[in-house]
């Protein structure tokens, strides 16, 4: 499920749209929802959402002004505009910021839904997840006890969409319809690694992309890669990777986040 | 100076200029010539004239001579008369011893002398003087002295020394006579010898008025204006001509030196006047003539040439002048014609016409403008009733002046209202008439591809079948190779309206509308045809007429909203493409119409473009 960011400041449209990307789209959620630029920038402090999609003309601040600074933060994230305003200069300005799509207002569902479907593709490539895959979720129309290997690609497709989210066995094991015993022997005879072990690298895989490529703060690192406890992740980071979260960073870390290494905990 | 003569040309009007260059190519050789003749005239009149005093200076000297001559004789002639020289004889002795005469001899001497006197005005007295001072006259004895003692006169003292030879004695006063003369007398004397014996026997003295040389001068046909002056061999004074009350000039010349070799005939300074000083000198008498001519007097004639010269120049002048200023009033007077109504063409104003004259360059010149403006005028009023085309094209949907981004902005409310309302069919229809709105409002482009009217049109056509509902059916069959081609912008969507109002609105069971675009060769045809009642074919041959028509301030202001659509369309389409863009109108009673637009296209480069 990837999780969108939508700024918006009339309300009326911000749940419309809330809705019609809910409905229209199985990868997409509106998990955090802006008035303008400035509460933007204050979520995406400690949230990092896959997709943002904004308004222009907004009080406080403007969304071309805040796509500026958003991308000082996160280079790659997608960003898709809706605006009433179809002038050639804030096309212009929206192409230089690496804009996904510009929407005219009032946008029209058909455009809507490519343009959320190019997305999910550029996403699913980023993640790794095979674009061949069946769109929506695994169990959406597939049935159950299927071939075992697709079982244990949509296992992990499923792992990799909700990182930060409840992945206990039993929970995935009712996402796919199995036995939560069987599944894990499943998991180990397929894969040849545990499960708990499959999530716990991925999870640290996770939080060290977020690392590199975000200044968001360890805690929230260790909270979006899916570690309950920051103490603990620390822990377990210096004891997989050998060096602090912090000394990670400082070398891994892309030359825009390096001054902001103060914020550490 | 050069600079600025040339920096002042160019301000000049072109007529000033032409003006100045005929005077000027007409009066420089003009007054060349003129001062050249004059100068080579008054030359000749200058020389001629002195020549002309020359020679009267001249011949005054010989008249003169002939006068002396003939009193030389009348003092010679005594010598052969016995009597004369009996009586003399008679009274020899020391000067001043005589006495008397007898009044016998007296008588006889009178009568000789009246003899010789007579007729003679110029002639005094002619009197014989004896050796010892008897003096016998032709003047009565009570005007002259019986006996005269010559000693008291120095003058004759000249006479005496003279030993037979003739002698001129310059004026002087003789004491001789009872009553002194006013006027003093030239004389001619000579001592009379013995012809034998040669001894001295007396005088003879010929007493001549001055009168005698006026009149030789007055004679002659002479300057009034200049001095001649008459002197003997010694230069002593004989006679002077000159005006009444001015300086001798004689005296003048004496008391300068300035008397010149015989002969001459020069210029001198004469009272800080130049004068021209012509002297002749007479081998006969001795005697020299000087002339003296102011200069101006001389130069008088060759004066009055010049100044008749003068005024005939000012009045060549004159004529020139005027002259010079007709003919480049004639020529200049179309170039400034055409001046002033190219400021009026910069003003605005293009319906100027310039009457051409003639087939030289300026009639070609005016030709020229003339088309030049009508062309003018045609472009003007073409791009100006083609702006009003398309605004009005523009505008006809939307004549609402609200900020489109708040019309925008609510229409995105309503949709998503829609959609929370689970009603897509709302939201669809709104985002169309959004589309609709945003391509009629953006002026951005004039020509925009096929592919993109097809939308526009689509969005159209979505919002009216849902007004419709399932009775408005449209079938769309574009080529491919069509839709990137460029057309003017909104041609085609209000074909589309005219086919659902006149197609579609009125039939119970709705109808079809084809709309299609195509290539034959170089001619795109866009077509939209309806299915519904058509038109009787006289109308439609009324209507393509009227289609055919140039657009028209006239036909602009005709309020004919229901055929505005399609007439709008043709008129723009002709503006834009002239005689290679058309729209007719196609079909039949009952059988629906077809409106279809031609437009010829151009090749160039491989892309095309209209």
Known sequence: MYKVLLVEDETVIRQGLRELIGRSTGQFEVTGEAANGLEALEYLKCELPDLLITDIRMREMDGLTMVAQVREMYPSLPVVIISGYGEFEYAKKAISYGVSNYLLKPIERVELVATLDKIKLSLDRERGISASAPSGQPTSDEPAGGDARKIIRDVKQFVKLHIDGDLRLQTVSGQVHLNATYLSQLFKAETGTNYSDYVSEARMERAKWLLAHTRLKIYDVARLSGHQSPKHFMLVFKQQVGMTAGDYRDRYGQPGTEDTTGDKV | ?610
Not at chain 2, 455 to 480: A, N, T
Not at chain 2, 519 to 545: H, M
């Open chain 2, 1 to 610: 100076m050069l600079l600025r003569t040339m920096r002042f040309t160019r301000e000049m009007n072109l007529r000033t200029k032409l003006l100045l260059l005929f005077t000027l190519l007409i009066l420089f050789p003009l007054s060349l010539q003129g001062v050249i003749t004059y100068r080579n005239f008054s030359a000749t009149v200058d020389q001629k004239t002195e020549q002309f005093t020359v020679d009267i200076v001249r011949q005054i000297n010989a008249n003169l001579d002939r006068l002396l001559k003939d009193f030389e004789r009348l003092s010679i002639i005594p010598l052969y008369d016995q009597m004369v020289l009996t009586i003399l004889s008679k009274y020899d002795g020391e000067m001043g011893s005589a006495t008397w005469a007898s009044s016998d001899d007296y008588m006889k001497m009178k009568l000789y002398t009246s003899a010789n006197a007579y007729d003679r005005a110029e002639i005094r007295g002619i009197h014989l003087v004896s050796n010892s001072g008897i003096f016998f006259s032709n003047i009565d004895s009570m005007a002259v002295d019986l006996v005269w003692d010559s000693r008291r006169d120095e003058w004759f003292e000249e006479v005496d020394r003279s030993d037979g030879a003739w002698v001129l004695i310059p004026p002087h006063h003789p004491s001789y006579y009872s009553v002194a003369p006013s006027d003093p007398y030239i004389s001619v004397g000579r001592k009379i010898r013995d012809p034998d014996t040669l001894r001295p026997l007396g005088y003879i003295l010929i007493d001549i008025k001055l009168d005698a040389f006026r009149n030789i001068l007055s004679n002659l046909n002479y300057e009034q204006d200049s001095n001649v002056i008459v002197m003997d061999g010694q230069r002593r004074l004989l006679f002077e001509r000159k005006s009444e009350g001015d300086p001798s000039t004689y005296d003048d010349l004496l008391k300068h030196n300035q008397l010149q070799p015989y002969g001459t005939n020069q210029r001198i300074l004469l009272n800080g006047q130049p004068h021209l000083y012509v002297q002749h000198y007479s081998n006969y008498s001795g005697l020299s003539v000087i002339s003296l001519t102011p200069t101006n007097v001389i130069r008088k004639e060759s004066r009055e040439l010049g100044t008749f010269t003068l005024w005939f120049a000012a009045l060549c002048v004159a004529v020139v002048t005027l002259l010079a200023v007709i003919v480049s009033y004639r020529i200049t007077r179309p170039l400034i014609e055409l001046k002033k109504n190219m400021i009026r063409v910069e003003q605005g104003n293009f319906d100027r016409r310039i009457e051409v004259y003639g087939k030289d360059e300026f009639g070609q010149l005016g030709r020229g403008f003339n088309k030049m403006t009508e062309e003018i005028n045609r472009l003007f009023n073409e791009v100006f009733i083609l702006g009003i085309r398309e605004k009005e094209a523009e505008l006809s949907a939307l004549q609402s002046q609200i900020n489109p981004h708040f019309i925008y902005n609510t229409l995105e409310s309503i949709s998503m209202m829609a959609i929370r309302g689970h009603n897509s069919e709302v939201s669809d229809m709104v985002s169309a008439l959004g589309k609709l709105l945003r391509y009629t409002i953006d002026k951005v482009d004039r020509l925009v591809p096929l592919k993109e009217e097809i939308r526009f049109v689509q969005s159209y056509v979505r919002i009216q079948q849902l007004r419709y509902g399932g009775r408005l059916r449209v079938e769309y069959d574009i080529d491919e190779e069509v839709k990137e081609i460029v057309v003017p912008k909104l041609i085609l969507q209000p074909l589309v309206e005219n086919a659902v109002y006149h197609g579609i609105d009125e039939a119970e069971q709705g109808g079809t509308i084809w709309i299609s675009a195509l290539r034959i060769e170089d001619v795109l045809l866009i077509t939209v045809r309806d299915d519904g009642k058509g038109l009787p074919e006289r109308e439609i041959e009324a209507l393509n007429e009227q289609l055919r028509t140039l657009p028209s301030y006239q036909g602009y202001q005709r309020d004919d909203r229901s055929g505005l659509g399609l007439s709008n369309i043709a008129q723009r389409i002709m503006l834009i493409y002239g005689d290679k863009g058309e729209l007719t109108v196609d079909g039949s009673l009952g059988q629906g119409l077809a409106v279809t637009i031609s437009i010829r296209l151009v090749e160039t480069g491989g892309e095309t473009h209209v």
